[in-house]
């Protein structure tokens, strides 16, 4: 909670059964094909915060991607331009809050991983500086759910390797791991049936671009609330992630203690669920850290088998959270009853410095550090608020628990 969760992928595409276009779009993205037989590979992977990056190359160069089963490939325009690559399609691509901009598809003729060469990979032509959240992560592109849904992956963030392999037989599952149903929907992305008390929530989206836990829509939140009265939870108001094209304003949103969740057949222990905008459903790569995942396109299956899982029991913060706008920060989002809600902090204001580090016309290394620093358990912090300069000292506080 002490830090900005952004939604960094949400990479959708518009009305994909309607057209001539879309079809020829739809086959262009789902047109990958790999030709080597029986094999099965291990690497090492990066893991920054609950982000997995991996190093494909292509044309004989190695570039930074991220792993995500929630979004189709792209490339960042220094890369197309480096790869000296041509627009071949255009489409709508819309990001989490149903927000929409044209964009240029690409073809990759070669993207080779671990010596596995995935051929004819179409590619969305993406600025990626103007995603604050892609330009300080510093990735080149992302390897989408069109190239991965080729071949069978293991996913395990503890160990920090991932195995991929054409045959599902050759990788080992643990017995009596229950087998989780996939929907594989637009440009390979997959999605799984969840559910939560009574409610069964269809299209939740494994997405692995996402470094949050559990999110659903406030809607869903609004029934289980009627049907079970006692149910632990947060309140906030203001906006809560960041898609492509913009901040994701919703009227409330909620952080509470779900203990009757399932995946597929899977229990899940009692664990924080993030109750968002109604667009909202995922189940991104904070939750996945904790399991051995195994994903498998073809047989459309997923099997999670746990970690010992990190204690989480209490969820504490300083009921802030802030993003950036243009060179400087405002607060976005307020809990309500939140320490910071006591201090009399508002959505809107400026924050102008934290323990005495300046949060005012930062360039883009100082707007990084801004985004992922650590942010204490106390804070003198310093905001603007119209003309006036108001102080406030802050400290984090038990929020909610397990």
């Not at 595409?13 to 779009?25: D, E, R, W």
């Not at 041509?86 to 991983?113: A, G, R």
């Not at 599902?168 to 009596?176: Q, V």
Request: glycine residues 8%; contains cysteine.
């Amino acid at each position: 909670m002490n830090k900005l969760k952004i939604w960094v992928c949400g990479i959708f595409l518009s009305g994909l059964s309607l057209t001539m276009h879309a079809q020829n779009i739809n086959k262009l993205i789902n047109k990958t094909t790999i030709d080597q037989k029986d094999f099965k590979i291990t690497f090492p992977i990066e893991v920054n915060g609950a982000s997995i990056f991996v190093k494909p190359t292509i044309k004989g160069k190695e570039y930074k991607m991220l792993f995500d089963t929630g979004a189709v490939t792209t490339i960042s325009s220094e890369m197309k331009e480096s790869l000296r690559l041509k627009s071949i399609k255009e489409s709508k691509v819309y990001d989490i809050d149903d927000k929409s901009n044209k964009m240029m598809y690409v073809k990759i003729d070669t993207l080779s991983l671990e010596g596995i060469n995935f051929y004819n990979v179409a590619a969305i032509d993406m600025d990626h500086k103007a995603v604050v959240a892609f330009k300080c992560k510093g990735f080149d592109g992302i390897l989408g759910a069109n190239v991965l849904r080729k071949v069978v992956w293991q996913i395990d963030m503890k160990a920090k390797t991932i195995t991929f392999s054409n045959a599902l037989n050759s990788l080992k599952i643990s017995p009596n791991i229950p087998q989780i149903k996939l929907y594989i929907g637009v440009g390979g992305v997959p999605s799984i049936t969840t559910y939560i008390g009574k409610e069964k929530v269809y299209n939740t989206v494994l997405d692995y671009g996402f470094d949050g836990g559990i999110s659903m829509n406030s809607s869903l939140f609004i029934k289980l609330l009627k049907n079970k009265k006692d149910v632990k939870y947060i309140e906030g108001i203001g906006s809560t992630l960041t898609g492509l094209y913009g901040d994701v304003i919703v009227p409330r949103y909620y952080t509470a203690v779900i203990d009757d969740l399932k995946i597929g057949d899977v229990i899940v222990p009692k664990d924080y669920v993030f109750f968002n905008t109604n667009y909202s459903r995922s189940i991104g790569a904070s939750f996945l850290r904790n399991y051995k995942v195994t994903l498998s396109w073809k047989e459309k299956t997923m099997w999670l088998e746990p970690h010992e899982r990190v204690n989480k029991e209490v969820y504490k913060g300083f009921g802030y959270r802030y993003a950036l706008r243009g060179n400087n920060v405002y607060i976005n989002s307020i809990y309500k009853n939140s320490e910071a809600a006591k201090k009399g902090l508002q959505l809107g204001d400026q924050i102008v410095a934290i323990n005495g580090v300046s949060y005012t016309d930062l360039n883009s290394e100082e707007q990084c550090k801004v985004l992922y620093s650590e942010r204490g358990f106390t804070q003198d912090i310093t905001i603007k608020r119209g003309e006036v300069i108001i102080n406030k000292k802050l400290e984090m506080r038990e929020m909610l628990t397990l």
